[in-house]
């Protein structure tokens, strides 16, 4: 048994356990087994993954995330906010705007400060990767995969893949209410078709400007956001002639909304908050917790 001090944060409801490892030190090889023990809401404390801040020798702050199935993510929209908030409240940075790494490569973070508190976090996302090999996804490597057909338990649908860093596919709906997120977002995630897995989003257009989402995430099942998952859902809508490029769009997920723009320079912004809902010491027991 060891023990050591947590952040739980949350951005729109998807929440995470944060491990300031400026200040405490875990053993790589306990991470994925952390990452589920600290995730379960009976054994543990509840939340969606881990999320390791990290020192880093390409910016001020890296981001490591763990899915709540102890997998590990390459990036994590709401997780980079909540990082930002953090890095900024605890003097990690000064600077109002400064770089985060990710296994996915450094993105641009800008907090929004109300009497020392950051309120608001937009995160310069870099350029989505389009081609299928980069998403990844099988067939040939360098098409996009736009309004494409998906044949899957007998039943054909239309998919748009995007990679943030990491890979989504979006079904559009008629209804968000209806999206069959729960039994269709399982299967797509597990598909081989997705060979390193894929988080699953179901988005019903309102407007040039408005989109309702749901997500099956990949690592962790249904969340109440996904920060990157509305990135890739904007960038699809740009793709699929459903909203328009430079312009911004407003969000809404279980959670709350975000306001996300991809832009004419290539990068998507996405802008939103990050809360702090508690901090504590948690003892683990060698996966035992639960
Ligand atoms: N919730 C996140 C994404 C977390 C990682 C994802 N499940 C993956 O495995 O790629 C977000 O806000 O982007």
Request: with cysteine.
């Amino acid at each position: 048994m060891y023990s050591f001090s947590f952040t739980k944060m949350h951005g729109l409801g998807n929440s995470y356990i944060y491990v300031d490892l400026f200040r405490e030190t875990l053993p790589e090889e306990d991470l994925p087994a952390i990452a589920r023990s600290v995730a379960d809401v009976h054994t543990g404390i509840g939340s969606d993954g881990l999320i390791l801040i990290c020192p880093s020798e390409q910016a001020p702050v890296k981001m490591r995330i763990f899915n709540s199935d102890g997998s590990e993510g390459k990036n994590c929209g709401n997780g980079l906010r909540c990082v930002a908030k953090y890095a900024y409240e605890h003097g990690i940075v000064r600077d109002r705007s400064f770089l985060i790494e990710t296994l996915s490569g450094l993105v641009e973070a800008e907090v929004t400060v109300e009497n020392g508190e950051v309120t608001s976090v937009t995160i310069d996302m870099g350029e989505p990767r389009l081609r299928r090999s980069a998403i990844p996804m099988t067939g040939p490597e360098a098409e996009q995969v736009v309004a494409e057909s998906f044949a899957i338990d007998g039943r054909e649908y239309e998919i748009t893949a995007v990679s943030m860093g990491n890979p989504h596919v979006i079904f559009y709906v008629d209804d968000i209410e209806k999206a069959p997120v729960t039994t269709l977002g399982p299967v797509v995630e597990k598909d081989a078709r997705f060979p390193e897995g894929v988080n699953v989003e179901f988005v019903e257009v309102v407007s040039e400007r408005e989109l309702h989402f749901r997500v099956w995430e990949r690592g962790s099942g249904v969340t109440q956001a996904c920060g990157t998952g509305a990135c890739a859902a904007v960038v699809a809508s740009v793709l699929n002639g459903k909203t328009a490029r430079g312009v911004e769009t407003v969000v809404h997920l279980a959670g709350g909304n975000l306001t996300i723009t991809w832009g004419h320079d290539g990068k998507v912004r996405m802008t939103g908050p990050a809360e702090t809902v508690c901090t504590g010491v948690y003892y683990y027991r060698g996966g035992q917790n639960g």
